[in-house]
């Protein structure tokens, strides 16, 4: 066994005492700000042209307009997020729909077993579906009671707050439903396939 | 076996104060793995009990720099890594790393074709420097354009650097732009970054262009914005931003 590894001189921050620090995952740390990352230009979407589908394996796709999206039940999510450039931010308050609520107008295929959630400038992420039902996942269009901004994923992004943040994508179009896996954007780019921040689950 | 991204303790072998609050620091790697210009390393230093702290730098040594590389860190203000390295960080002391990391921001010589335009916001421009390190190191004359965005003179890192790298025939122009205060007699923008300055970077280039952006969230969404404008196509600007978070 060898010594395990100490900086010399280094005793850190620790910010945020003991209840916040119980909900910071490993290698993560506390931040105030809501920092904005993404691999290109952020897009500018009509809301008249705006669309979000549900296809892949279900008896029939459905496409919702923004006018009929605002229309379905929505609910306020109180979530801790972590993003994997190490940024954890807790209590940040979303309004959106629930992936549940948007189940309930499909019929899945019972080989369903992946989600690909694909967005209107192109990103791709993948997720197990388990990972998106019984009220883990939902698609937010209000961030702190204002509309959701442009660099934050406006008019709508996926919420995924118990998988790193890329997995919540931003400008969302729909979602996917296949029987097999398939790698997205940043999953292809070296980081892994499922993202947990509890196991650290940032790279592959 | 040692698998690519497993953490490993580098040793500091020098620091270079490059600006007030800059320093670039260059670690010797046990398992040094060629990095590809625009990736980064995550960094984690472990307190005597066990706690924790980890951040990502960006690389700012090219990949021919064998078995080393550099980190250049800007020191923030109530920063918890930044500080620890600017402070107590001496030469011969270790520090566990691991990477390279990142697959999308990144530009290889001879695989990406097409000009090169490079935006950066302060201490952004470190990616960046990788990439015009790489390019010089590997001999590439694909042409190049640097816009290199900060406060005041006295902040612009690299900057003697960079002035013997654009007159060495290779193709490589830097232009900065000073938004807060000027020297006398200074002949380059004193502006933030806007669309007029962006319309005359590009302009010697086709729509083949390869943009690379990196800086604070506001400068990174305004060029961003205006390249697209200028008809860039959105696949071949990339970007890398960092929010007033505190690293």
């Not at chain 1, 100490?6 to 105030?32: C, D, M, W």
């Not at chain 1, 694909?118 to 937010?140: K, V």
């Not at chain 2, 620091?15 to 060629?34: D, I, M, N, Q, Y």
């Not at chain 2, 005597?48 to 590389?69: F, K, L």
Request: glycine share 8%.
């Amino acid at each position: 066994m060898s010594e395990p590894f100490v900086s010399r001189g280094f005793v850190g921050k620790r910010r945020g005492g003991t209840e916040k620090a119980q909900r910071i995952p490993p290698g993560q740390y506390l931040t105030e700000d809501f920092p904005v990352l993404s691999a290109g230009p952020t897009p500018l979407l009509s809301l008249d042209r705006w669309t979000f589908k549900m296809e892949g394996l279900v008896k029939e796709k459905v496409s919702w307009t923004w006018g009929e999206f605002l229309k379905l039940p929505s609910q306020t999510f109180v979530v801790d997020i972590s993003c994997v450039t190490k940024w954890t931010h807790l209590d940040m308050r979303w309004e959106g729909v629930s992936v549940d609520t948007l189940l309930e107008h499909v019929e899945l295929d019972r080989k369903a077993a992946f989600v690909t959630a694909f967005s209107h400038e192109g990103y791709t992420t993948n997720l197990p579906l388990a990972d998106l039902l019984n009220g883990q996942a939902f698609i937010a269009y209000k961030y702190d009671d204002k509309p959701l901004s442009p660099e934050h994923g406006g008019p709508a992004r996926l919420v995924v707050p118990h998988l790193y943040f890329w997995k919540s994508a931003k400008w969302v179009a729909g979602l996917r439903f296949s029987e097999k896996d398939r790698r997205g954007f940043w999953e292809s780019a070296g980081y892994n396939n499922h993202g947990d921040p509890w196991k650290e689950e940032r790279y592959s | 076996m040692r698998q690519p991204l497993d953490w490993q303790i580098a040793t500091l072998k020098e620091v270079k104060h490059e600006t007030p609050k800059v320093k670039s620091f260059t670690l010797t790697l046990p398992h040094w793995v060629k990095h590809r210009a625009g990736q980064h390393y995550d960094l984690r230093l472990t307190a005597e009990d066990g706690y924790q702290a980890q951040r990502s730098y960006s690389i700012a040594s090219g990949p021919e720099q064998e078995r080393e590389i550099d980190l250049t860190v800007e020191r923030i203000e109530d920063g918890e890594v930044s500080t620890y390295l600017h402070e107590v960080l001496v030469p011969g002391d270790r520090l566990e790393v691991r990477g390279p990391i990142g697959g999308y921001f990144v530009w290889e010589a001879g695989l990406i074709p097409g000009p090169l335009v490079l935006i950066g916001g302060g201490s952004g421009v470190v990616p960046l420097m990788s990439m015009i390190r790489h390019r010089a190191m590997a001999g590439s004359i694909v042409p190049a354009r640097l816009l290199y965005s900060v406060r005041n003179f006295e902040d612009i890192i690299y900057f003697n650097e960079l002035e013997e790298l654009r007159v060495d025939g290779s193709g490589l122009e830097v232009f900065y732009t000073l938004t807060r205060s000027q020297p006398p007699n200074w002949k380059g923008y004193n502006r933030r970054i806007d669309d007029q300055m962006l319309k005359e970077l590009v302009k010697p280039f086709s729509k083949s262009a390869q943009a690379f952006i990196c800086g604070p969230t506001l400068l990174v969404e305004a060029a961003a914005n205006s390249l697209v404008k200028l008809g860039l196509p959105a696949a071949q600007i990339r970007t890398e931003r960092f929010g007033p978070t505190g690293a």
